[in-house]
């Protein structure tokens, strides 16, 4: 039974002949010159999102016996004309071959973004008593070394939507590269909230950047800093570890914390904040590696997949199965390090292995799919790269 | 790894994958190139502290259930992956609020149902609904002939069992609803299904709002469990137990020919992988534009490409709160804020920056452990119209004008709904059409693929398969390709695609016994 439809009938019918027709007429008027694709967000896209970034070592600087930072331009002969924006406590992943290695490490940048107006990033590099990569950066890079970095990524960042606009930074060692990149923007005027840094050392000697905060916070009083010494009692100084006590003069109603620095101080910092009872949402942690019971009878053979080759190495239970496979210089395409991003996300064709609780998506979960950057064997593995 | 295969997918989207395993299925040897690290394209998830979020989908569409199967119930089933994932039902269609005349409506699913509740709202606005309702369901029984003539359809066949459907197929929303006798705010609240569609009353085609709105409607909708990513993931799982190959982080640079042939692919890493076939999950922006050169582009695709306009350009805001919902009030699973809701005028408000109307979803109210006890996922869907954003937008300004548009959408949902969420924000991500245009590759950000108006609706699209079948052996598919964006529809894309590749197999298997 057909529908009484007001004004349409068979004129009606007869146009569905004419669509393709009708189609192909708009077609035909058109233009046959070359498809456009220079679109503004891909290329706003590309700026801010490179895959990768070739960069050249411009200025290396000791800031103490065991920390450089290291100054790195654009490679323009490589192909990089232009370093892309960051948001102040973002990390770029750099790609180190030593030896027969092949590593990437995450640091944070420790600039302002303005610096990447000139064309410049920083990142500082501290000695770690069996670090590969942080060792060859102290010891063997030079001016003019080249690089393959990533582009900026990390989600440790300044968000006025969700942070309060008054927020107080735990730090101690290098995690306080974050933090001097968005004290540095608060001073050039990128971004805007009140900032107190609350700076944990041993000693006056293991402090970096003083010159440069306490040159920022003069002069900005939106910024203010206070620093905390274990090892040495002295004027202007608190003395002892990080406390309640010490905090509470800087809190608002209202406060965002955000901690950035070693495990063991981010554990201690935690059982600190505790006791101000607050919720989640105002307490953020730079990237970290999170715990993991260890286990296992050592060594174990790790067989690697890709689909061009494959791999056996050797793996201890206390060892990720994403530095073994960068000591046999087996590409990996990681870039955070600690489970976050999913960049190494492989498969667990079989085996045992432990890995930091609630990085996995629940799908990868379930379908047997790993992190290799913080996943640890705990039994003989197969693993399967995802190229 | 093998360098031949009987067909090379470049893009593991939601198309690409069902691509690739109802050719798996059917024995033919398979790879499917992705440029990121997972499978799915937008149809993925991705972790912020202590919440995982779905990318992109709300609603699966066209789906249902055992009892009553929709057809990518019945696409799924013929994969073998519909028991391997768990699907729960969204519980009602819609909550719609209009900011300009500060009045909410709710629908729930079910043809009677529907129309019960909206007579309610309407009253003498049944029986036009009734009409609505047989008119739509007519076209989609009249699509699928279609398309299983791959457009060749016989006009006294339809003239027959189709006569409603051939008197509406070349007409717009707003001019068939004026047929029935829609009353206005009928109309208009029906239209809020626009927003799933990007294109208003009075430019999307009537057969292509109708059907998709009635499946809606008639199916309801679902979620599955472990978000969109968890049917992405069984698919590449399914690929590859049957032998097919998903390869990631491999960007595709250049498709190869032979002697005027599809020849195969070239990798930006420089690897080179053979086929006579290839799939394309992507835009023909990029297919004409960026993968072939120019001179092996024949003109009318050239020019088919350059006739098209572009769709709406997504934004998204992704929350983490630490309240539950119901502590917060949130009682709905969709609340759809809109300026306007007459959608011709709403299409105008989002070619302004200032648009604050998004569509808001409360996962929690679906899936109620989706995230930790005593926390909620809420996510904030809208788009722009035309180039707005990219004109607005500049490397500098970029970070500070995501989160302003973002609290421009906050404050219009506390303001329309009375309910207090900024303070409870724990995590927030944005995307903006540059996130999507960097993750996805579409031009300018496009999350609904070309506009589906004018002449480049769905019908005009669907009867021009295989006239606009350009390139021999080489298939699109995806949310630009024939049967427009959406979950449902790339699924089922994908799955044509494959058909047409199987069939293009077939054909050339006979000439050569010839």
Known sequence: MELNLKGLGKKDMAAFKELPKNREKIIHSSSSSPIRTDYVANEIGALLHPTVQHVKVVDIIEENKNTKTFVLGPNIDAGTKKLAYFRPGQYISIEVPIESGLYRRPYTISCSPKNVFDNLYTITVQRKPRGIVSNYFLDSV??????????????????????????????????????????????????????????????????????????????????????????????????????????????????????????????????????????????????????????????????VITSEKEYTLTCHHTETLLSAMEKEGIPTNSRCQVGECGFCRSKLKSGMVRTIDGVLRKADEENEFIHPCVAFPESDVVLELPF | MEKKYDCIIIGAGNAGLVAGLELAKNNKKVLILEKENAPGGVATSFKRGRFEFDASLHALGSFGNKEHPGEVYELFKKLGIVDKIGFVTIPEAFHVYSMNDNANYKLPFGIIEFMEQMEQYVPGSYDALKKFFVLAEESKEALSYIEEKKGNADMAYLKKNYPDFLKVSTHTVDKVFDAIGMPKKAQEILETYWVFLGSPASKVSFVHFATLAFSYIAHGAQLPLKKSYEISVVLAEEIERLGGKVKYASCVKEILFKEKKIAGVLLDNGAIYESEHVIANLSPTSVYGSLIPNQMVPKDALKLTNSRVLGARGFSIFLGLNQSAKDLGLKDYSYYILENLDSNKEAQNRRSIKNSSSAVYVLNNVIPSCSPKGTTILEMSSFFMDDVFSKNVTEKNYFDMKSKIALNMINAFERTTGIVIKPYIEEIEIATPVTYARYTGHPDGVIYGYKGTGMDNLLPRLLSIESENFIPNLRLCGGFDVKLAGFSATYLSGDLSARLTLQDMIEEGEEEWN
């Open chain 1, 142 to 303: 030079e001016v003019d070394d080249t690089f393959t970095i990533s582009g900026p990524m990390g989600n440790f960042y300044y968000e006025p939507l969700r942070d309060a606009r008054n927020v107080i930074a735990l730090v101690n060692g290098r995690g306080i590269t974050s933090i001097l990149s968005m004290a540095e923007a608060i001073k050039d005027g990128i971004l805007d909230f009140k900032l107190t840094i609350l700076y944990s050392a041993r000693a006056e000697r293991d402090l970096l950047f003083k010159q440069e905060l306490e040159e920022i916070s003069r002069k900005n009083n939106l910024i203010h800093i206070e620093y905390i010494l274990s090892d040495e009692d002295k004027e202007e100084y608190y003395y002892g570890h990080l406390s309640k006590e010490i905090i509470e003069p800087f809190l608002e109603p209202e406060t965002s914390f955000f901690v950035s620095g070693t495990n063991a101080f981010l554990e201690s910092t935690n059982a600190v904040l505790k006791e101000f009872n607050l919720p989640n949402k105002y307490i953020r942690h730079d990237a970290f590696f999170g715990k993991v019971d260890l286990f296992g009878n050592d060594p174990y053979t790790v067989t």
